[in-house]
């Protein structure tokens, strides 16, 4: 169905908008220190660059999943990778914010400041290498279903980034060392429930 993709996609894309990394911080220090405007285009970089991700990972799971036995072996490989990114975030140490930016950036520095951090991050990759994965078990769904699903995540993804550097002041005064760490650790049994729900559904699709 249609509202399942959409709600996967939904789920999900709360899910990676809760994690407390680079880009967190960089959307918070970037609202601070010179203004929403340039929060909201490095978020935008951060969309462009997890659609590039989404695109060359999703083609690239698609092709090998052609192979059954690729296909299968897709499916227990992204679901370990959740697993052990959840269990990276359970036993995440505490990292310091940013330092402060005091002198203006043009708008073109903001995207490429979101484009590079979100880019370069190992962790995202393998994170839309999961998601392809995982698409690929579902065998069910149409192309507009999967259209959907993505659109969904990224949209949802790049809402609360918004959100996020428009409540930046009020978010890094509520956003304490302990609250990081509860929610480092909310986050990663989250993560770790969608790698073995991947895994199991990988090993018996009937379910």
Not at 31 to 60: C, E, N, P, R
Not at 81 to 90: A, E
Request: one cysteine or more; charged letters at 15%.
């Amino acid at each position: 169905m249609i509202s399942e993709s959409v709600f996967e996609g939904i789920k999900l894309g709360l899910l990676l908008s809760m994690m407390i990394g680079p880009v967190f911080f960089a959307l918070i220090t970037t609202s601070m220190d010179q203004g929403f405007k340039q929060a909201a285009i490095l978020a935008f970089g951060v969309l462009m660059s997890d659609l590039v991700y989404v695109i060359s990972t999703y083609f690239g799971v698609h092709f090998l999943s052609q192979f059954p036995l690729i296909e299968k072996s897709l499916g227990y490989l992204g679901g370990m990778i959740l697993i052990g990114f959840g269990l990276s975030y359970i036993r995440k140490k505490e990292a310091n914010a940013q330092e402060k930016e005091t002198n203006p950036i043009s708008s073109g520095k903001s995207f490429l400041k979101g484009f590079g951090i979100n880019g370069i991050n190992p962790f995202v990759f393998l994170f839309w290498i999961s998601i392809a994965s995982m698409v690929t078990v579902k065998e069910s769904w149409e192309a507009s279903q999967i259209f959907l699903f993505y659109g969904a995540l990224l949209l949802t993804v790049f809402g609360i980034d918004l959100t996020k550097g428009f409540l930046a002041g009020q978010l890094a005064h509520l956003v304490t060392p302990r609250v990081r760490k509860f929610l480092n650790i909310g986050v990663g049994l989250l993560i770790c429930y969608f790698g073995i729900k991947m895994l199991w559904t990988t090993y018996n699709p009937s379910i």
